[in-house]
C-alpha cells in the first residue's frame, strides 16, 4: 500500500490507476464497478482531490492493461502476472507478461458470473422500498434474496472446483 504523500504527488490518473492496482493485485475477481468505486474511496481515504470521470476512465483502463487483466464478463476482470506486479508504483505499458499466466477457468468464469448476478440483483432490490412495498412487491423481494442466496452457494461451489 502506498503513503498519502506518494499518491499525491501522482496525476490524478496515475492516482487511480495505482489505487486499482492495488485493488486487483489480491488476484481476485472484480467488476468495474468495483474498481472505480475502490478507487473513490480509498482516495476520499487518503484525502485527495476527488477523480473526474476521465482520471478513472483512464487510470482504470490503464490498470487492467499493466495488469494483464483477462476479461471474464462483460465488465468482469481478474489480473494476470507481470513481472513487476509487486511494485504497482513503477508498472508501466511496456512490461513483460509472465508466460505462467494462465488464463481463467471454467470454474473461475462460473463464479464471476454468479457474483455479478448476485450484485445486479442486490443492486435491484434495493430499489424496492420495503416500508411502503405492497404484496407483490414483497413477494418479489423475497424471490430475489432466495436468488442471490443460491446464486452465492453456487459460486462458492464453482470456486472450490477449480475445473
Known sequence: ????????????????????????????????????????????????TPFREGHITGGVREAITNMNCVKLDRAMYRAGQ?????????????????????????????AAVCADGRRRMTDLSRQIDYVTAGDEELELLARIREYVKKMGEFESEFKQTGV
Open 82 to 110: 507481470t513481472e513487476n506486479a509487486g511494485n504497482m508504483g513503477n508498472v508501466g505499458r511496456n512490461d513483460k507478461i509472465d508466460a505462467m499466466s494462465m488464463p481463467p477457468t471454467v470454474s473461475e468464469q462460473a
Open 1 to 48: 500500500m502506498m503513503d498519502r504523500d506518494q499518491l499525491a504527488s501522482m496525476m490524478p490518473t496515475a492516482q487511480v490507476r495505482v489505487l486499482v492496482m492495488e485493488l486487483l493485485s489480491d488476484g481476485g475477481i472484480h467488476s468495474r464497478k468495483e474498481m472505480v468505486e475502490y478507487a473513490q474511496n480509498q482516495g476520499k481515504r487518503y484525502g485527495l
